[in-house]
């Protein structure tokens, strides 16, 4: 049930990266991208919910899009005009309806360089 993401990676500022995210059971009310920087807490980047609504933090809204099927248990983020700001771990998440529990992927690491 666990997420697995993936996609992360070195790229330079003003690049851009595409994660992916998908769980292999389970049913979810929502999924969506945290990330953690170093010595920072870890916030939401993204997230989208089963019919189909998004919400993203101030800092990305216009430069990231989360996309993805949650009855596929699927969700990406692409990412654009990357900024050092950016540099983190990313991690997927996934809210079960049933049970309500949540599960966290293992994260994938992001750097963007000058």
């Known amino acids: 049930v666990q997420p697995q993401a993936s996609g992360g990676g070195l790229v330079q500022s003003g690049g851009s990266l595409r994660l992916s995210c998908a769980a292999s059971a389970g049913l979810f009310s929502m999924m969506g991208w945290y990330r953690q920087a170093p010595g920072k807490q870890r916030e939401m980047v993204a997230t989208?919910?089963?019919?189909?609504?998004?919400n993203y933090v101030d800092s990305v809204k216009g430069r990231f899009s989360i996309s993805g099927d949650i009855g596929k248990k699927t969700v990406y983020l692409q990412m654009n005009s990357l900024n050092i700001e950016d540099t983190a771990v990313y991690y997927c998440k996934a809210d079960a309806i049933i049970t309500r529990r949540v599960y966290w992927g293992q994260g994938t690491q992001v750097t963007v360089s000058s």
């Open positions: 989208m919910a089963s019919d189909g609504s998004t």
